[in-house]
């Protein structure tokens, strides 16, 4: 179950920092609050999954998850750039979070 929050909780990560965009472009108070929510969650999964896994695998792959999914939806919904260099430093850090788990 642990493995399920932390996947929560970096799906959670990646919704509020999209709002964290959403709100710069917009600045109303329902972009505050999806960003409020995305993050609230994205901690509450996070501690939920930290009560079973190690903090360091865990923080790993949180922010791994966040940090790809961010690139990954700025690609799609931003127009930022798809090179493959963009693309093979995403999966690699896909790749080290895979890794993790496997030696977890």
Not at 7 to 33: C, P, Q, T, W, Y
Request: glycine share 12%.
């Amino acid at each position: 179950m642990a493995w399920i929050y932390l996947v929560l909780a970096g799906i959670f990560e990646m919704f509020g920092v999209m709002f964290i965009n959403k709100l710069h472009k917009d600045r109303n108070i329902f972009s505050f609050f999806l960003l409020f929510i995305g993050f609230a969650g994205s901690f509450l999964f996070l501690s939920l999954a930290m009560q079973t896994l190690p903090m360091g695998t865990a923080y790993a792959i949180w922010t791994g998850i966040g940090a790809s999914g961010g690139a990954i939806l700025g690609m799609i919904f931003y127009g930022e750039q798809k090179d493959w260099k963009r693309i093979f430093c995403i999966a690699l850090v896909v790749a080290a979070a895979v890794g993790l788990k496997l030696v977890s």
